[in-house]
């Protein structure tokens, strides 16, 4: 899944994530959330961006995945 704005792109690889809600918390602007519609293949429910407008790409959210799920980048 991949959710633009303007400024910032984030791709999200949802077969790999594991649900471990690393994202969630490191988030600053507390945009990310682990969905309540969707599981993966795997079993877990991925992560997802549900407010890409307040995204401000600092890619802690890339950083802290223990399995490279997220990638953030700067469209400007």
């Known amino acids: 899944m991949t959710v633009y704005t303007a400024k910032h792109q984030l ?3 949802e077969h ?3 649900g471990c809600d690393l994202c969630v918390h490191v988030c600053p602007k507390k945009i990310l959330r ?3 519609e969707r ?3 795997k079993g ?3 992560a997802v961006c549900v407010d890409i407008e307040a995204c401000v790409g600092c890619a802690a959210c890339a950083k802290i995945c223990p399995d490279s799920v997220i990638g953030v980048m700067t469209l400007e």
């Open 39 to 41: 599981v993966n293949a």
């Open 16 to 18: 790999l994530c594991k």
């Open 11 to 13: 791709t999200f690889a």
């Open 44 to 46: 877990y429910k991925p």
């Open 34 to 36: 682990l969905s309540e």
